[in-house]
């Protein structure tokens, strides 16, 4: 029998991002119209017309909101099962992993350091000290991967503003959900990924195959706006992820395949089932490619260029009768210099196009 709060593995790792994904196409222009100047952004990075404008190590804050129902007490995870999982985030983000030394030898040459690192927050939104942890209990048996966790009106948990943390929810989902996340350029009131709690971190709840944390990795790797693997094109081989160095492969691999396994005539190194954005067992993906942290670096310099500079402290208050000193404009290097200016345009460019496209549609025919 199952134990209340440990649902039934699924017999896939089952992803809802393309879910989400779809439904925000269909549902919001200016999300259209953002995710086609992320996606220029990543062509010409891929090109080469433009390069990263970091070359250290890019921290990200986190913050955790664990959504447990009431009345299934393991669903509140303990601290260790989150402290576990942002260590594996440190070491599959810098090719740190040591299971790494898996990848099959024609591949060895494509692994990647993206050099992203993670830490939970240690302020919160006010400035205040936190843990980078947030609890909420719920009446929700569950939820899906219609948001619903991502705030107090809907039985969960508000998020934390989506430029300065990731947000990560931990919580029961159903129908087989491992996790979801939300593609850079979305609303920010729902950014940030959803995590089966059972299938996040590496102790606790965290259940096999599904319990070396690799579902986080494969959900952080979407909200940095990669693409899975296959190009979820069912099997067509007509798409892919649009990252030259993964091979091209037919659809998802469950479980452990054994190299080579060939689609697609993608031939004599076959399909890249090791990769993180692939769907096979924790136990069996280990990498990252150069194409795809390129593709991350495009990101982090376009849509998420927030997390590359430094956040604002609040001053103290000046003691009453205390003269306060005039305002100077903080000077900053010449790369967040550039980085406030390319986010900047960015934001006029979406503009534009929001402005050409509800011209076209307030056009009367025939004008």
């Keep these: 029998m199952t134990e209340p709060g440990y649902p039934r593995l699924p017999a896939r790792d089952l992803c809802g991002t393309m879910l989400v994904h779809r439904r925000l196409l269909n549902e919001s222009m200016t999300y259209r119209a953002r995710r086609a100047l992320i996606e220029n952004r990543a062509l010409q990075y891929e090109r080469g017309r433009l390069a990263p404008a970091r070359t250290d190590v890019v921290t990200i804050p986190v913050v955790v909101h664990v959504v447990h129902n009431r009345s299934v007490p393991v669903q509140n995870i303990g601290d260790e099962q989150i402290h576990g999982q942002v260590a594996v985030l440190n070491q599959d983000f810098r090719a740190a992993n040591p299971d790494v030394a898996e ?90 990924v959803v ?126 009768g205390t003269a306060v000193p005039e305002m100077r404009r903080p000077s900053h290097n010449g790369e967040v210099e550039r980085l406030l200016h390319d986010s900047e345009r960015l934001t006029a460019e979406v503009l534009d196009d929001i402005r050409v496209a509800l011209g076209m549609v307030s056009r009367r025919p025939g004008e």
């Design 195 to 320: 995590i089966l709690h059972s299938a996040f971190g590496t102790t606790g709840t965290a259940a096999p195959p599904f319990d070396r944390g690799r579902t986080a990795t494969h959900e952080i790797g979407h909200w940095l706006n990669l693409y899975h693997i296959w190009g979820d094109d069912d099997g067509a081989c007509t798409s892919d992820d649009k990252v030259d160095d993964t091979p091209n492969q037919a659809d998802s691999n469950q479980g452990t395949p054994r190299f080579p396994r060939i689609t697609c005539d993608n031939g004599p190194n076959g399909d890249m089932f090791v990769n993180y954005m692939d769907y096979t067992d924790d136990a069996a993906m280990f990498m990252f490619t150069r194409g795809q942290a390129t593709r991350m670096n495009a990101c982090l310099d376009g849509e998420r260029a927030s997390f590359l500079v430094a956040p604002v402290r609040r001053a103290p208050a000046p003691a009453a």
């Design 103 to 192: 990848v099959p030898d024609p591949w060895k040459p494509l692994v990647a350091d993206p050099k992203i690192e993670f830490r939970l927050a240690t302020q919160d939104p006010n400035g205040d000290p936190t843990d980078g942890i947030v609890r909420t209990a719920t009446d929700q048996s569950d939820f899906s991967w219609d948001d619903a966790v991502k705030a107090n009106a809907t039985g969960g948990s508000d998020p934390w503003p989506s430029d300065r943390y990731l947000n990560l929810w931990v919580c029961q989902l159903r129908g087989g959900l491992l996790g979801y996340a939300q593609f850079p350029g979305g609303p920010p009131q729902t950014d940030g």
